[in-house]
């Protein structure tokens, strides 16, 4: 009995995913691509608008209640990554995230901030700054992380939880803090 109640499940969660990426392209047309075998589970928010796009490669999965944006940007998610529960990935420029990523539940990707150089003028006033992001190929990002824009991660990294990216991370490593360090080279065991 529980093995059939298992199957109906899984069968149930396969036809929301279907259900979801079907009202996705009816209502955001050639704006949006989903590459074969992508799930889209269950509260996945997508907006796209001014013109952005969103790409999701073959065999992707996009857990629960995960937020993806194109505001006026292009945003490509790789093929076989994983984005987990509560993610917040917003572009208005680019984020390219490239293929067997890894990202954990609750990590923020933008690629902008709001501009903040009068300090007579609210920020909302100030407009935006924005940059692009590219997160390499076989990434895994801890809990919490938050990549800021004009930032880069090259591929086969770690970077642990609640790290902040504020630069370029072109070596392969164990990276963690807040900004994000390398703590250690692959290969290694502590």
């Not at 086969?156 to 994000?180: C, L």
């Amino acid at each position: 009995m529980r093995r059939l109640i298992e199957r109906f499940t899984i069968v149930l969660e396969w036809l929301a995913s279907e259900w979801a990426k079907a009202i996705a392209r009816l209502r955001f047309g050639r704006s949006i691509h989903i590459g074969k075998r992508v799930r889209l589970r269950r509260g996945v928010r997508i907006e796209i608008f001014d013109g952005g796009t969103i790409e999701i490669r073959a065999d992707s999965r996009i857990g629960p209640h995960a937020i993806l944006g194109a505001r006026g940007g292009k945003l490509t998610i790789g093929s076989s990554s994983s984005i987990n529960f509560g993610c917040v990935i917003v572009s208005t420029c680019a984020i390219e995230i490239g293929d067997h990523t890894l990202i954990a539940e609750h990590v923020t990707i933008r690629d902008q901030d709001h501009a903040h150089y009068d300090p007579d003028r609210p920020f909302r006033q100030q407009g935006r700054v924005e940059s692009p992001i590219k997160i390499g190929s076989n990434v895994w990002l801890g809990a919490k992380v938050t990549v800021t824009r004009g930032t880069s991660i090259c591929s086969n990294t770690i970077v642990g939880a609640n790290s902040v990216i504020t630069r370029h991370i072109d070596r392969a490593g164990k990276y963690a803090g807040a900004p994000a360090r390398l703590i250690r080279k692959l290969g290694t065991q502590k």
